[in-house]
């Protein structure tokens, strides 16, 4: 590991607590009142339990990630549904796919809890209108609007729109997201 990639490392937590505490001093209204009371659930059961993740739940187990979302946290989940699956080349739940899909759920994985109205917070405190946060997989996500919707962009330009309601969990935030943020590489 370079000495650059260890630095990034490093900062990495104080940019997430930064980033956190822009939405702690009170965002609009209507973003305060869109965030859902934590629950006493882990991501991973969360994910388990809602019916709209069985893929990525599928990816979780075989990848072995089940037990770091399962874990003290906290982390955000971009989770993508199973419909944003239906375009990915392979089955990234099938035994001989189990890298390529750790890789690209660490891609969806940001370190720390960040809700929709921290995102927003920073959006707008940032100047330029977007805000970038750095994966597990250390690739960068650039959230922006595009009229009311928040959307967010991989390093190599896969694009998703935050859909449907986040879920705080007891270790951390799943968002729900429309589309894979990395395309998975070709079986």
Partial sequence: MTMKTMMRW????????A??????????KDDAATVAAPSGKTIAATLKDE???????????????GD???????????????????????????????????AMLRAHIVPGALTRADILAAMSRGGSGTVEVR???????????EGEAVIVTGDNGARARLTGDETVA????VQPVDALLVKPAAS
């Fill in 68 to 102: 770091v979302l399962a874990g003290k946290g906290p982390y955000t989940v971009f989770a993508p549904s199973d419909a944003a699956f239906t375009a990915s080349a392979g089955d990234l739940g099938d035994e001989a796919m189990k890298a390529q899909g750790a």
């Fill in 19 to 28: 980033l956190a505490a822009c939405g702690a001093e009170g965002g609009r």
């Fill in 51 to 65: 019916g709209s993740f069985g893929t990525l739940e599928r990816v979780l187990t075989n990848a072995a990630l």
């Fill in 10 to 17: 490093a900062l990495a937590p104080v940019c997430l607590m």
């Fill in 135 to 145: 994966t597990m997989a250390n690739s960068l996500l650039t959230f922006s609007k």
């Fill in 170 to 173: 007891s270790n951390g935030v």
